[in-house]
C-alpha cells in the first residue's frame, strides 16, 4: 500500500508517495541527507534560488556518484537504479 510520507527541504514540506516501511526510512534518511547538502550550497552564498541550489546538489551527486562507480564502488547496474531514483525524487519535489 503506498503512504504519503511528509519531507522537509529548506524549510519547505513535500508529500512523497512512498510503497512500503522500509522504503519509507530509506526516504527519510534521503530527504535529510537532501536537506543537508542544499542547505551547505545556500550557506555558502555562492548559489541563489531554490531550484538552482537544487541543480547543483543533483550535479554534486551524480559527480559523486560517477567518482564511485570510477573506483569500483558502484557497479554500473547500481549507478542506473540510484540515477533514476535521484531523478524521481528531484521531480517530485521540483514538480511542487
Request: proline share 0%.
Amino acid at each position: 500500500m503506498t503512504e504519503l510520507v511528509e519531507i522537509s527541504i529548506l524549510g519547505k514540506s513535500y508529500q512523497v508517495a512512498c510503497k512500503d516501511e522500509e522504503m519509507k526510512s530509506e526516504l527519510l534518511l534521503a530527504a535529510h541527507e537532501l536537506n543537508e547538502r542544499m542547505q551547505k550550497i545556500r550557506r555558502s552564498g555562492s548559489v541563489v534560488g531554490q531550484e538552482r541550489i537544487a541543480v547543483m546538489t543533483a550535479l554534486n551527486l551524480c559527480h559523486e556518484l560517477q567518482t564511485s562507480k570510477k573506483n569500483g564502488t558502484v557497479s554500473e547496474g547500481d549507478e542506473l537504479q540510484i540515477l533514476e531514483r535521484m531523478s524521481e525524487k528531484i521531480n517530485a519535489i521540483l514538480d511542487e
